[in-house]
């Protein structure tokens, strides 16, 4: 079984930073094309960032140069480096592997205010 444990939300002030953490277990995290999504309170999820397992990285237009997604196979890890953080940024944040769709974790919440 599968487990994905997001981690290293809070609150922070507009132009702030967070780096957020995802750590798989029970599965082949190396074969996984893994990304990071975000739902604001009233709003549809949305992909954020995500790699490949090859390491090729795509981001949605709203956090291009601002937010750099990363993965470290060796410790079955995902990460997303978040600069300088923007009220709109505000959101549960989840981390999610292609190849198990139904897999979801609790996520992490990131609230940027000041």
């Known amino acids: 079984q599968v487990q994905l444990v997001e981690s290293g939300g809070g609150l922070v002030q507009p132009g702030g930073s967070l780096r957020l953490s995802c750590a798989a277990s029970?599965?082949?995290?190396?074969?996984?094309?893994m990304g990071w999504y975000r739902q604001a309170p009233g709003k549809q999820r949305e992909l954020v960032a995500a790699?490949?397992?090859?390491?090729?990285?795509n981001y949605a237009d709203s956090v291009k140069g601002r937010f750099t997604i990363s993965r470290d196979n060796a410790k079955n890890t995902v990460y997303l480096q978040m600069n300088n953080l923007q009220p709109e940024d505000t959101a549960v944040y989840y981390c999610?592997?292609?190849?198990?769709?139904?897999?979801w974790g609790r996520g992490t919440q990131v609230t940027v205010s000041s």
């Open positions: 029970g599965g082949m995290f190396n074969f996984y094309d």
């Open positions: 999610h592997a292609d190849q198990i769709p139904k897999v």
């Open positions: 790699i490949t397992s090859t390491f090729r990285v």
